[in-house]
């Protein structure tokens, strides 16, 4: 098998989204987060400021999918069906859509959205989960973020609550197992460059 499509969950200010970055630029390619929820909400009309809340503002998602249902979609020629409430099915269909357009043509690394979930059992498929202990987290927020320590300890466990509560209700994953993915990174000690770089050759070597 070889490695064209690598997912990456991460948690808050483990480095995720760096290491996914490195790895995309030396592996030649395409780099994809945030592009998922433009992609997925650019006929609504949703203006980026609001981007950040989608997957956690069932409010915004109802807006959206409404907006949706009313606006012809433009987005290389698909189709998408009236979407109308914010019911689970409608919005993570709408996601897993997207998301499997994006992987369908190979060469991406796909971050965060629980890419992997929906994407498992694919061929040429690397799912990594990188993460770090909370007190390592906070720390790197006060540091590089320039948080105070209560607000970067608040982030962080609102964060990892938004993660849990993603994946129970999209998808009914009751408890995040390494066994769900093909290599954990802890970022606890490894810096960001080592890690990247153990995440690349893993992705060579197959």
């Known amino acids: 098998m070889t490695c064209s499509v690598i997912t990456i969950s991460r948690t808050l200010a483990a480095g995720g989204e760096e290491?996914?970055?490195?790895?995309?630029?030396?592996?030649?390619f395409r780099y994809a987060d945030e592009e998922i929820i433009v992609r997925a909400a650019e006929t609504a009309g949703v203006s980026p400021q609001t981007l950040a809340a989608i997957e956690h503002t069932p409010r915004l998602v109802t807006r959206i999918l409404e907006a949706m249902a009313r606006t012809p979609p433009d987005m290389e020629g698909a189709v998408y069906p009236a979407l109308i409430g914010e019911s689970r099915e409608s919005y993570q269909g709408l996601i897993e859509r997207v998301i499997r357009e994006?992987?369908?043509?190979?060469?991406?690394?796909?971050?965060?959205?629980a890419a992997s979930v929906p994407l498992a059992g694919m061929n040429g498929l690397l799912r990594f989960f990188v993460t770090a202990s909370r007190d390592a987290r906070i720390a790197r927020l006060v540091r590089d973020a320039g948080m105070a320590?209560?607000?970067a300890r608040k982030a962080t466990e609102e964060s990892d609550r938004q993660r849990r509560e993603y994946l129970r209700r999209f998808y009914d994953v009751r408890e995040?197992?390494?066994?769900?993915?093909?290599?954990?990174?802890?970022?606890?000690?490894?810096?960001?460059?080592?890690?990247?770089?153990l995440l690349i050759a893993a992705a060579k070597s197959i």
Do not use: K, R, S, W
């Open 19 to 28: 290491i996914g970055f490195t790895a995309a630029m030396e592996l030649g």
């Open 102 to 113: 994006t992987a369908t043509g190979g060469g991406v690394v796909i971050v965060a959205h």
């Open 149 to 151: 320590e209560a607000e």
């Open 176 to 197: 995040e197992l390494p066994t769900q993915y093909d290599l954990v990174l802890n970022t606890d000690v490894l810096t960001i460059p080592a890690a990247a770089q």
